[in-house]
C-alpha cells in the first residue's frame, strides 16, 4: 500500500482496546492461530475462527508485512472438557471408532485441510502437529517446573499463583478461582491445571511418552506455547482463536509464557508471549446443531450437500464483524449465496468485455481502494467493506480491465474468488436430487417451446414435473439463473 494508507488497528482482547498494529520486527507479521483437535469433524463454526484468521493474514500482505502465519494440529492431550477435565478427546474417539488413535487423527486432519481449502483458506506457512513437538514440550516444562509447577499423582500442575495477573485475558477472576476448572485432590488452587497427565496405574493409552514425572502425555495448553514459541519466538505478533479460548485455554497459555520467559505482570501486553491476542464471536445456531456431542451437528459437507457453495458461507462470515455473534439460518445462507451470483455473473460479463487481462487500477477506482483499505483496516471491518465492493462492481462506464483489477485487489483480501469462479460453479446439485441437469434442460427447453407456442397447459405441466423432482423453476429471474435445486 502507499505511504498516506491508515494504519491497521486491531482490537487487542488482552488489553480490551483498539490498538495500532506494531510488529516485533520490522515489516514482518507473526501470527500464530490455535488449530483443531482432530477428533471429529470441524462443524461450521469452528471454521468461522479460521475464516477471521485467514482475512487478519489476507489483511497483513495487503499492507504490505511479509505474513508468517502458523496453524496448529492438536492431536493428544486435549480434554473431552475444556476446563482440563474429562478423557483425551483422541483416546476416546479412537475407542469409539475401534480404530488406531494415528488413523483417527489422519482422517479428521484430511477432513478439516479440506474444509480449509473448500472456504479458500490461504494454506499458512506451516501447520505444526503436536505430536511432532513432545522432545520441546518436555525441555519446557523441565524449565518452568522447579519455579511453576507441583507434583501430584495424577500429574505436573501449575502454579497459577506463581505468575502475575493470571486471567487477565479472561477479566473472570474470582476469590474461588474459574468454576469450571476441574476439582483435583491435592491442587492448591482451583485454575491449576495440568502440564503433564500421568497415565494412571493399570491403564496404557495409544499415545504417551516417558518424562520425569511419569509416563503420560502432555496438557493441551502447554502444546500451544510450545509451537508458538519454537517456530514464531517470544513475543510474536498475533494470538488468535474462538471467543471461547479467551477465558481458559488462552489465560493458561499466557501463564506458561510468562513462566518461561520470566516475564513479569501483563500491563505489558508482549509479557504475555504475543503482543495482541484477537477472538472470533460465536456462531449461533437456534436448533442446537452446532454442538458435536448431538451426533448430527452443521458440517461444510451438510452446506454443500444441500447445494450450497461453501464460498456462500464464507461470504456469509464476512457480512458480520468477527467480534459479532453470527447467527446461521438457511435463509442468510441462500441470501449470501445469491448475493455471491450476482457478483460472480457480474465478473463474468466483465472478462468477456475486457481487452486485456486485469492490470493495475486508475485513478478512477483509487477513492474506492482508499475507502477499502480505511474499512479493512479499521480491525477488519468486512462488512464495510463487502459495500465498497459492491459499488465497484456496480460502476458504470468503466473500463473493464481497470474495473476487475480493482476487484481482484479488494477479492485479495476477502478470498471470494470472484475472478477464478464460473457461473457454473455455483449450481451444486444436491445430494439428494436424482434428476440429472441434461434431463432439467431438456424439460426447460421443452417448456420454453411450449411457452412460444402459448400451450401453457403443457408449460404449467412440466413446470410441475419439475417441481416434483425438486427442481425450481425461476421464471423472471433477474439473475438469469433460470432454475435450482432445492
Same mark, same amino acid.
Given at each position: 500500500m502507499?505511504?498516506?494508507?491508515p494504519?491497521?488497528?486491531?482490537?487487542n482482547?488482552l488489553?480490551?482496546?483498539?490498538?495500532?498494529?506494531q510488529?516485533?520486527?520490522?515489516?514482518?507479521?507473526?501470527?500464530?492461530?490455535?488449530?483443531?483437535t482432530?477428533?471429529?469433524?470441524?462443524h461450521?463454526?469452528?471454521?468461522r475462527?479460521?475464516?477471521f484468521?485467514?482475512?487478519?493474514?489476507?489483511?497483513?500482505?495487503f499492507k504490505?508485512?511479509k505474513l508468517?502465519?502458523v496453524?496448529n494440529?492438536?492431536?493428544?492431550?486435549?480434554?473431552?472438557d475444556?476446563?482440563?477435565?474429562?478423557?483425551d478427546?483422541?483416546?476416546?474417539?479412537?475407542?469409539a471408532?475401534?480404530?488406531?488413535?494415528?488413523?483417527?487423527a489422519?482422517?479428521y486432519?484430511?477432513a478439516y485441510w479440506?474444509?480449509?481449502?473448500?472456504?479458500?483458506?490461504?494454506?499458512p506457512?506451516?501447520?505444526?502437529?503436536?505430536?511432532d513437538y513432545v522432545?520441546?514440550?518436555?525441555?519446557?516444562?523441565?524449565k518452568i517446573?522447579?519455579?511453576?509447577?507441583y507434583?501430584?499423582?495424577?500429574?505436573?500442575y501449575?502454579d497459577?499463583?506463581?505468575?502475575?495477573?493470571?486471567?487477565?485475558?479472561?477479566?473472570a477472576q474470582?476469590?474461588e478461582?474459574?468454576?469450571?476448572?476441574?476439582?483435583?485432590e491435592?491442587?492448591?488452587?482451583?485454575a491449576?491445571?495440568?502440564?503433564?497427565?500421568?497415565?494412571p496405574?493399570?491403564?496404557?493409552?495409544?499415545?504417551?511418552?516417558?518424562?520425569?514425572?511419569?509416563r503420560?502425555?502432555?496438557?493441551?495448553?502447554?502444546e500451544?506455547?510450545?509451537m508458538?514459541?519454537?517456530?514464531?519466538?517470544?513475543?510474536?505478533?498475533?494470538?488468535?482463536?474462538?471467543i471461547?479460548?479467551?477465558?481458559?485455554?488462552?489465560?493458561?497459555?499466557i501463564?506458561q509464557?510468562?513462566?518461561?520467559?520470566?516475564?513479569?505482570?501483563l500491563?505489558?501486553?508482549?509479557n504475555?508471549g504475543?503482543?495482541?491476542?484477537?477472538?472470533?464471536?460465536?456462531?449461533v445456531e437456534?436448533s442446537?446443531k452446532?454442538?458435536?456431542?448431538?451426533g448430527?451437528?452443521?458440517?461444510?459437507?451438510?452446506?454443500?450437500?444441500?447445494?450450497?457453495?461453501?464460498?456462500a458461507?464464507?461470504?456469509?462470515?464476512?457480512q458480520?464483524?468477527?467480534?459479532?455473534?453470527?447467527?446461521?439460518?438457511?435463509?442468510g445462507l441462500?441470501?449470501a449465496?445469491?448475493r455471491?451470483k450476482?457478483?460472480?455473473?457480474?465478473?463474468?460479463a466483465l472478462k468477456?468485455?475486457a481487452?486485456?487481462p486485469?492490470?493495475?487500477a486508475s485513478?478512477?477506482?483509487?477513492?474506492?481502494?482508499e475507502r477499502?483499505?480505511?474499512?479493512?483496516?479499521?480491525?477488519?471491518?468486512?462488512?464495510?467493506?463487502l459495500?465498497?465492493l459492491?459499488?465497484?462492481?456496480?460502476?458504470k462506464k468503466?473500463?473493464p480491465?481497470? =474495473?476487475? &483489477? +480493482? !476487484?481482484?485487489?479488494?477479492?485479495?483480501?476477502?478470498? #471470494?474468488n470472484?475472478?477464478?469462479? @464460473? /457461473?457454473a460453479d455455483?449450481?451444486?446439485r444436491? =445430494?439428494? &436430487? +436424482? !434428476?440429472?441437469?441434461a434431463e432439467i434442460?431438456?424439460? #426447460?427447453?421443452?417448456r420454453k417451446? @411450449? /411457452?412460444?407456442?402459448?400451450?401453457?397447459?403443457?408449460?404449467? &405441466?412440466?413446470?410441475?414435473?419439475l417441481?416434483g423432482?425438486?427442481v425450481?423453476?425461476?421464471d423472471?429471474?433477474p439473475l438469469?439463473?433460470?432454475?435450482?435445486?432445492?
Amino acid at each position: 500500500m502507499t505511504d498516506t494508507s491508515p494504519p491497521l488497528v486491531l482490537f487487542n482482547s488482552l488489553t480490551r482496546q483498539m490498538e495500532p498494529f506494531q510488529p516485533v520486527h520490522p515489516g514482518e507479521a507473526r501470527v500464530y492461530s490455535c488449530g483443531p483437535t482432530v477428533y471429529n469433524y470441524p462443524h461450521i463454526g469452528n471454521m468461522r475462527a479460521y475464516v477471521f484468521a485467514d482475512v487478519l493474514g489476507r489483511t497483513l500482505s495487503f499492507k504490505g508485512y511479509k505474513l508468517t502465519h502458523v496453524i496448529n494440529i492438536t492431536d493428544v492431550g486435549h480434554l473431552t472438557d475444556d476446563a482440563d477435565a474429562g478423557e483425551d478427546k483422541m483416546e476416546k474417539m479412537a475407542r469409539a471408532e475401534a480404530r488406531s488413535i494415528w488413523d483417527i487423527a489422519e482422517h479428521y486432519k484430511q477432513a478439516y485441510w479440506a474444509d480449509v481449502q473448500a472456504l479458500g483458506i490461504r494454506q499458512p506457512a506451516r501447520w505444526t502437529v503436536a505430536t511432532d513437538y513432545v522432545p520441546q514440550m518436555l525441555d519446557f516444562a523441565k524449565k518452568i517446573a522447579p519455579a511453576h509447577c507441583y507434583e501430584l499423582d495424577s500429574g505436573l500442575y501449575f502454579d497459577v499463583s506463581t505468575v502475575a495477573d493470571y486471567g487477565r485475558l479472561a477479566r473472570a477472576q474470582t476469590e474461588e478461582g474459574e468454576g469450571r476448572i476441574e476439582a483435583v485432590e491435592g491442587k492448591r488452587n482451583a485454575a491449576d491445571f495440568a502440564i503433564w497427565r500421568k497415565t494412571p496405574p493399570g491403564e496404557k493409552r495409544q499415545m504417551e511418552w516417558d518424562s520425569p514425572w511419569g509416563r503420560g502425555a502432555p496438557g493441551w495448553h502447554l502444546e500451544c506455547s510450545v509451537m508458538s514459541g519454537e517456530v514464531l519466538g517470544f513475543p510474536f505478533d498475533i494470538h488468535t482463536g474462538g471467543i471461547d479460548h479467551r477465558e481458559i485455554h488462552h489465560p493458561n497459555e499466557i501463564a506458561q509464557n510468562q513462566a518461561f520467559c520470566c516475564t513479569d505482570g501483563l500491563d505489558l501486553a508482549a509479557n504475555s508471549g504475543a503482543r495482541l491476542w484477537m477472538h472470533n464471536n460465536f456462531l449461533v445456531e437456534r436448533s442446537g446443531k452446532m454442538s458435536k456431542s448431538s451426533g448430527e451437528f452443521l458440517r461444510l459437507q451438510l452446506l454443500i450437500d444441500k447445494g450450497f457453495h461453501p464460498l456462500a458461507y464464507r461470504l456469509m462470515c464476512l457480512q458480520a464483524h468477527y467480534r459479532s455473534e453470527l447467527e446461521f439460518s438457511w435463509e442468510g445462507l441462500a441470501a449470501a449465496l445469491t448475493r455471491l451470483k450476482r457478483m460472480v455473473m457480474q465478473v463474468d460479463a466483465l472478462k468477456a468485455r475486457a481487452d486485456a487481462p486485469a492490470g493495475a487500477a486508475s485513478g478512477k477506482f483509487q477513492p474506492f481502494l482508499e475507502r477499502f483499505d480505511a474499512a479493512i483496516s479499521d480491525d477488519l471491518n468486512t462488512a464495510v467493506a463487502l459495500t465498497v465492493l459492491d459499488e465497484v462492481v456496480a460502476l458504470k462506464k468503466a473500463d473493464p480491465a481497470e =474495473k476487475l &483489477a +480493482t !476487484i481482484a485487489a479488494i477479492d485479495a483480501v476477502l478470498g #471470494l474468488n470472484l475472478l477464478g469462479l @464460473a /457461473r457454473a460453479d455455483l449450481r451444486l446439485r444436491p =445430494k439428494a &436430487a +436424482t !434428476i440429472t441437469e441434461a434431463e432439467i434442460e431438456a424439460a #426447460l427447453a421443452a417448456r420454453k417451446e @411450449a /411457452r412460444a407456442a402459448k400451450d401453457f397447459a403443457r408449460s404449467d &405441466a412440466l413446470r410441475d414435473e419439475l417441481a416434483g423432482q425438486g427442481v425450481e423453476v425461476m421464471d423472471g429471474d433477474p439473475l438469469g439463473w433460470e432454475w435450482a435445486l432445492g
